[in-house]
């Protein structure tokens, strides 16, 4: 079995409203030095089998379809073999 971590960003010349509105409201709390804030998604979930490469397969798959949106976003990911 593996453990899978997928990190989804939007693409740097994607405008990321959430991002800007978070920087905007640290701002407001003082912290004057934050700037170019971006807001991804942390996935985890886990991949029952045995066979590395069937499990990388799956992962990319499962993240190209479902987790990113392959025209705004990019993503990451790690496995990690859990016994």
């Known amino acids: 079995?593996?453990?899978a971590t997928v990190i989804v960003k939007r693409r740097p010349?994607?405008?990321d409203?959430?991002?800007k509105a978070v920087e905007q409201g640290a701002k407001l709390l003082g912290f004057n030095n934050?700037?170019?804030t971006r807001i991804g998604k942390y996935?985890?979930?886990f991949v029952d089998t045995t066979d590395k490469k069937l499990a990388e397969n799956e992962v990319r798959e499962y993240s190209?379809?479902?987790l990113?949106?392959?025209i705004m976003e990019d993503f990451d990911y790690t496995l990690e073999e859990v016994k």
Do not use: C, D, R, Y
Request: proline share 10%; glycine share 4%.
């Open 1 to 3: 079995m593996f453990k």
């Open 13 to 15: 010349k994607i405008l």
């Open 17 to 19: 409203p959430q991002g």
């Open 34 to 36: 934050v700037k170019q």
């Open 43 to 45: 996935i985890e979930f």
């Open 64 to 66: 190209e379809k479902l």
């Open 68 to 70: 990113s949106n392959p």
